[in-house]
Nanobody, 124 residues
Framework: QVQLVESGGGLVQAGASLRLSCAAS????????MAWFRQAPGKEREFVGY???????????AYADSVRGRFTISRDRSKNTVYLQMNSLKPEDTAVYYC??????????????WGQGTQVTVSS
């Protein structure tokens, strides 16, 4: 069982940066790939990116086209925490952001555990 708690959301202006954190409980954190999804009002949940469960030189991350080059996912195994660094934010990035733990990939169905979400609002 893994419990996930996101933090770091807020209201920022376009062009600003934010860093979201997702703290995981449980000793099995390192065995899961970790992902970020987002959901805007009236829209389906959308893949943002994920980072593999493997660390060191075998670690890799993948991103949605809409955020590639602006967002970066990282994980700190000593703190059981995964981060989403968001730069050059745009109004269209406004959404509730969720972290998830699971097998990896772009599909929400690949993830077994979800956080409660944190709101990110980007004003123009």
């Amino acid at each position: 069982q893994v419990q996930l708690v996101e933090s770091g959301g807020g209201l920022v202006q376009a062009g600003a940066s934010l860093r979201l954190s997702c703290a995981a409980s449980g000793r099995t954190f390192s065995t899961y790939a970790m992902a970020w999804f987002r959901q805007a009002p009236g829209k389906e949940r959308e893949f943002v990116g994920y980072i593999s469960r493997r660390g060191g030189s075998l670690s890799y991350a993948a991103y949605a086209d809409s955020v590639r080059g602006r967002f970066t996912i990282s994980r700190d195994r000593s703190k059981n925490t995964v981060y989403l660094q968001m730069n050059s934010l745009k109004p269209e990035d406004t959404a509730v952001y969720y972290c998830a733990a699971g097998r990896g990939g772009m599909s929400p169905s690949s993830y077994d555990y979800w956080g409660q979400g944190t709101q990110v609002t980007v004003s123009s």
